[in-house]
């Protein structure tokens, strides 16, 4: 079965400070992964995605991810936070087959300083 | 314009009630998904439909029933509502069932029970 850990539930750092967010997935085979992120009253917007090729990732609002098949991890960074970046992060691992379904980790809460 | 729209945004109703929350997506997508958030923030998936045809129906019990009028729409219906009903439900659709196929997400519905 498909699983995501996001070890850190709650991460603050300051504006303009680098950004890490944590994930580690588990699957059987290449897995396609995901980073949304929800802000407040909001549904989930796709940051990025991975599934094949270069295993660093760009995605919008100056995120990327890469995916490190020996630490089965796909942690996302931002080499400068704004504080609009302020919201939850979550991982998700898709998986193959008819039923292909989103398994999503419990999220991070990122608080940003001013 | 909206993608994924679901109506209504906020749903306060009694134990023992039936209520029906909609969702419409105008992306065109094949693929429509419900899923439940609860008060800790996690995701699980409840149904994913296919071209109106059940996909994934993920042990939830059978006080909810989606339906399918045509592949833009995907409704929820909940009979006899518990007080562990409450939390908020995401309406998603994608362009099909590839897992690498990014998924669209509404704003949600918050579902409280009195």
């Known amino acids: 079965a498909q699983s995501v850990t996001q070890p850190d539930i709650h991460i603050t750092v300051s504006e303009g400070a680098s950004l890490e967010l944590r994930c580690n997935y588990s699957y059987g085979a290449t897995p396609y992964l995901f980073w949304y992120v929800q802000s407040p009253g909001q549904g989930l917007q796709l940051l990025l995605k991975y599934f094949s090729g270069d295993t660093l990732v760009q995605g919008i609002k100056g995120f990327e991810a890469e995916f490190k098949r020996s630490q089965s991890s796909f942690n996302l960074r931002k080499p400068s936070v704004h504080w609009s970046d302020a919201a939850e992060y979550f991982c998700a691992v898709g998986g193959t087959g008819t039923a292909s379904k989103l398994t999503f980790g419990t999220g991070t809460r990122l608080q940003v300083t001013l | 314009d909206t993608a994924v729209s679901q109506t209504p945004k906020y749903l306060v109703t009694q134990m023992g009630n039936d209520k029906s929350i909609k969702c419409e997506q105008n992306l065109g997508h094949d693929t429509m998904y419900w899923y439940k958030q609860d008060s800790k923030k996690f995701l699980k998936i409840m149904f994913s439909?296919?071209?109106?045809?059940?996909?994934i129906n993920e042990t939830v019990p059978n006080r909810f029933s989606p339906k399918s009028p045509d592949k833009a729409h995907l409704n929820l219906h909940i009979n006899s509502l518990e007080l562990g009903d409450s939390a908020v439900y995401f309406c998603?659709?994608?362009?099909?069932?590839?897992?690498?196929?990014?998924?669209?997400f509404g704003d949600g519905t918050r579902l409280s029970i009195l």
């Open positions: 439909y296919n071209n109106k045809e059940l996909i």
């Open positions: 998603a659709s994608s362009q099909d069932l590839q897992p690498n196929q990014p998924q669209h």
